[in-house]
Each structure stands twice: as C-alpha cells, then as structure tokens.
C-alpha cells in the first residue's frame, strides 16, 4: 500500500510538474545515429541486458564446473515438438541458500544425481555426482515442499545447438521454459533464438526453478512499452514526462 502510494504521488508530481525550458540534446548526434524520419530524438537509455527476443543458454564446463545459463519463458509450445524425445523429471532441493546456493536432487529418466549450485544470474558455479537409486530415494524425503515435476524436450537448433524445453506439471502446470547449451559467453551472446522464444529471466531470480519449487509460478513478465522514442512534433520535456508517466502506471498496475 505504502508502495502503491508512494508511486501515484510520484506519478502526480510527474504528471503536474511545470514547463521548465527547452534544452536541444539533438545538436551532438551524428547522422549515423539519427532515428527514424517522423522521430526527432535518440531512444531514452535502456539496461544493457538482453530483450525479450534473445534466447536462454545452459552449460556446464565439465572441467572447471561453471555453468553459463541464459533462460526464456515460452508461452506457445513449437508445433513439431512431438517429434522430439522427451523425459520426465522429477526435482527437489535438500537447501536453498543466499547467494544461489542450491543442493538439488533430480531423477531423470533412470540417472539420479545430487547437484550442488552456487551464483546468480548467467554464470554460476556447479558441482554434481550420481547417485544410487536407493541413496536418491533416502534423501527425497528432505525436498517434501520443495519439488518440482516436468517434461523437458530436446530440440536441435538450426545452428547445431541444443534447446532444452520444460513443460511444468502440478502446481506449475502452464508454465514453459527453454534452456539453450553454450560453451562460452561468446556463443552464447551470438545465439540467433527462434521465433517461438518469448521474455527472457535469465536475470530473474522468480524463474530459476529453486524459487519456482517454493512459491509457484510468478506473473508473466511484463514487456516494457517500445521504442522510447519522443514524436518530431513533442516537445522534449513533454515527451519524457509521457514516457516516464506510463512507466508509473505500469508499475502501478503490476502490484
């Protein structure tokens, strides 16, 4: 409440603020960053992370354990994703800890392993063993409102990567993310995603799975009003308050 109010004050005193003098900040652009002919200003800066067109990546160095992860939600699944082969897997966490730390048990298919995860966001520290059958079933009852159940299918990409895509089940059921193999930031970077990838969270901590197997499925994320560009005939103060006022209101409405 305290937030909600705070954010509709700010958006009145926004919305209400007096006309202060025009500045140009367009006599330093050079042609080469001009926009578009009916626009007359460069786009407001945005965060350097990737939109909501890239792709997710996943991989994990055998040798020195780290793990490079970009993830993206799917919201329509690909036609032909039947043809591929699939597996269900079942997992839970023993721990969840700050910083990333997570001590994750997974059955898939016939494999159990325990895998041990530590870090934030792409890159992130990982260590995992196999497990006996009957050690993974011991250590399952320490995951009990912590688990997770879905079917991963595996898609080859155009580019001879590897897509891997998660229908959740249970009290995730709706929820789709696909995960992409890299074996470096480069690659990772240059990936060309397909057109039925949606928003990216890899930076979104409410998508990694730990959080998913604890408080369910977040609201789909919101994509934010393209371009920040400000109208040949707006002024520029104008136009910013436009822009920053519908920022506002839709942080308003996501509360």
Known sequence: VSLRGDL?????????APPIREASVLSALSDSTSPPADRKAVPLPRHRGRNAADASSH???SRSGVEIERKVIVKELPPEVDRFASERISQG????GEGGLEVRLR?????TTLTVKKGLGRTRREEEITLEP????RLWSLTEGRRVEKVRHVIPSDD??????DSYAEQLDGLATAEVEFGSEA???A????QWFGPEVTDDPRYRNARLACDGAPPPPRTAPEPFWLDRREATTKGIRRIVCGQIDAAIDDL
């Open 8 to 16: 509709e004050e700010l958006r009145r005193l926004v919305s209400d």
């Open 93 to 96: 966490y023993v721990a969840i």
């Open 134 to 137: 009957e050690q993974f079933q």
């Open 191 to 194: 990936f060309e995603p397909p």
């Open 59 to 61: 991989v994990i160095d």
């Open 187 to 189: 690659r990772a970077d």
């Open 107 to 111: 059955r898939r298919g016939e494999n």
């Open 160 to 165: 001879g990567l590897l897509i891997e895509l």
